[in-house]
């Protein structure tokens, strides 16, 4: 059981980077999987990517394979995930979480904290 902030969200133009932060914070076991979500206005949330904790090993939703990237500093207790090439269909609130699987469903994950939000412009 964990509590997640994500952090590091702001305004930005298309084909910008950006990367967001995950502070996780409690006791962490290394076969957790941290994962990212987002959620538009007036749409459901949905998979952006997991990570487990122990080797690093990560998922990719297709919609932003080659363009986001999960990584993580285990001394710190943060995942972060980094926009390269940022389209306005990527602007939603993300949100990070902690799951024992790895999984594309947001109800297999925990301890949902605050989200922040990514604004991309045309």
């Known amino acids: 059981r964990c509590s997640c902030r994500a952090s590091g969200g702001g305004l930005v133009q298309a084909g910008d980077s950006l990367r967001l932060s995950c502070a996780a914070s409690?006791?962490?076991?290394?076969?957790?999987?941290m994962g990212w979500f987002r959620q538009a206005p007036g749409k459901e949330r949905e998979f952006v990517a997991a990570?487990?904790?122990?080797?690093?090993?990560?998922k990719y939703a297709d919609s932003v394979k080659g363009r986001f990237s999960i990584s993580k500093n285990s001394a710190e207790h943060t995942a972060y995930l980094q926009m390269n090439s940022v389209k306005p269909e990527d602007t939603a609130v993300y949100y990070c979480?902690?799951?024992?699987?790895?999984?594309?469903?947001?109800?297999?994950?925990?301890?949902w904290g605050q989200g922040t939000l990514v604004t991309v412009s045309s």
């Open positions: 979480a902690a799951s024992s699987q790895f999984s594309t469903q947001g109800n297999e994950y925990f301890r």
């Open positions: 409690g006791r962490i076991l290394s076969s957790w999987i």
């Open positions: 990570m487990r904790w122990s080797n690093g090993n990560t």
